[in-house]
């Protein structure tokens, strides 16, 4: 085993979705940049948006602590991995601080993760509209968990006179400390849609917005204490590394305005696998580079189905790619982006790729959502029967034809459903997969 050297960290938390956390993580971490530690970034969970934002403020890649899908050990790697040259760390927690796979057990809950990972948590409150109130609440958070990992508080959208009174409140009956205050802040508000928050790409001026926000956390951020609850994290220790088979090939990924999910321990599998990677533009690009492989990732091709439409030099070099048998692997975006038609919210239809068969559809609740487990009906050339790989689906679009290829089962539930097409060499469907989970997958997919 080897044991890495303390990395002074945090996981932001909070009682709920919606109070502040994304935005109150990138001011923090811009706030340490000004004060001169080098922080890394991570977050708690599946989420593809959050970690965009941490790489925007941040320049660097910011990596999914997945317990789900990756395993302690899994994670332990990813935040290893994460903090090469790296001085402090910070975690994005996920959803509220105790929510996690299942109601019972928390499982995957930013809790789990802490406890796990040795690391400890602050939690964001948002205060507006409360007072004492406020003291009782957070003495919930600490009392609940059979380990007190909540070490200090961020007091969102609060008076200074009011953080005032409930510092020395919280810090005489609870015996943690206020790390910073808050007021309200207009600017300070990231806008949502229906898969979350927008883009960064979409937010103008968003690095100034961080900054304003970042300025206001500095004027009252007890940098002392927030080192103090930081170097109070445990060693993380992960087994010695593992050697992976070579393949000497190109892989395109796309990635632009409308494909832009993927999770960075999927990337950097694919390179330990001796893989070159080269990005493309489906939207921009007049066809694919000079590649023997395709993936094309998730994201919003639904706002931009005019554009990819439009493109028809680049459907045209993708379905000549199909057509040829390069190996192709889409998921969710990527998979309306292979059939014959995409519809948008606006009711409008357009060509896509034609790749595979079917259309896709805006629906009005979630189609799927969580954790998912998957495996192949009958063997094919990137899966077997008796494989298993873990992936997230987060989805409204539906499709007319999903795929028989595979069946995916809901981890929570237990309930099970068809999914993926496999046709020729191009596997595809709405699971965004988790590569690590099946390294055999990417084999097969390299070594064809």
């Not at 593809?48 to 790697?77: C, Q, W, Y």
């Not at 896509?352 to 959502?369: E, I, N, R």
């Amino acid at each position: 085993m080897e044991k890495m050297k303390v990395l002074p960290r945090v996981l932001l938390c909070a009682p709920k979705s919606g109070s502040g956390k994304t935005l109150i993580t990138c001011a923090l971490l811009r706030a340490l940049v000004k004060k001169g530690f080098d922080p890394c970034a991570f977050k708690c969970g599946p989420d593809f948006i959050d970690p965009m934002f941490h790489r925007t403020v941040l320049g660097i890649p910011s990596r999914n602590l997945d317990l789900i899908m990756a395993g302690e050990e899994g994670v332990k790697a990813s935040m290893w991995a994460g903090a090469v040259g790296c001085g402090f760390g910070v975690i994005e927690g996920v959803m509220g601080f105790y929510d996690g796979l299942g109601i019972e057990e928390g499982l995957g809950s930013s809790y789990d993760l802490c406890v796990r990972t040795g690391t400890p948590a602050i939690l964001i409150v948002d205060a507006k509209g409360m007072s004492t109130s406020v003291v009782a609440m957070i003495k919930g958070y600490l009392e609940y968990g059979k380990e007190r990992v909540i070490k200090g508080v961020i007091l969102n959208r609060v008076s200074r006179a009011v953080a005032s009174e409930l510092s020395v409140m919280i810090r005489n009956e609870l015996g943690i400390p206020v790390i910073a205050a808050l007021p309200v802040i207009k600017e300070g508000i990231l806008e949502s849609r229906h898969l979350g928050l927008v883009l960064p790409s979409e937010i103008p001026e968003l690095l100034t917005k961080v900054d304003r926000v970042s300025d206001e956390l500095l004027k009252s951020i007890d940098m002392d204490a927030l080192m103090q609850i930081a170097e109070s994290a445990e060693n993380i220790e992960v087994a010695d590394k593992k050697s992976y088979p070579q393949f000497d090939v190109t892989v395109g990924v796309a990635r632009d305005e409308a494909f832009c999910f993927y999770y960075e321990e999927n990337l950097e599998l694919l390179e330990k696998m001796g893989a070159r990677i080269k990005f493309f533009s489906p939207i921009h690009d007049e066809r694919l580079p000079d590649v023997s492989r395709l993936i094309i990732g998730g994201g919003y091709p639904e706002l931009y189905a005019k554009e990819l439409s439009g493109n028809e030099s680049m459907l045209r070099s993708i379905r000549e790619a199909a057509d040829s048998g390069m190996p192709i692997l889409a998921e969710c975006g990527g998979f309306l982006y292979l059939q014959e038609k995409l519809t948008d919210k606006e009711g409008r239809t357009f060509d896509m790729a034609g790749v595979l068969k079917g259309s896709s559809h805006m629906t009005d609740k979630l189609s799927h959502f969580g954790y998912v487990s998957a495996y192949a009906n009958a063997d094919n050339v990137y899966l077997k029967e008796t494989d298993r790989v873990r992936g997230h689906e987060f989805h409204y679009y539906d499709t007319t034809d999903n795929g028989e290829a595979v069946t995916v089962t809901k981890l929570s539930s237990g309930k099970s459903w068809s999914g993926y097409q496999a046709v020729n060499n191009v596997f595809a469907g709405f699971a965004h997969l988790y590569y690590p989970s099946c390294e055999k997958l990417i084999e097969r997919f390299l070594g064809m």
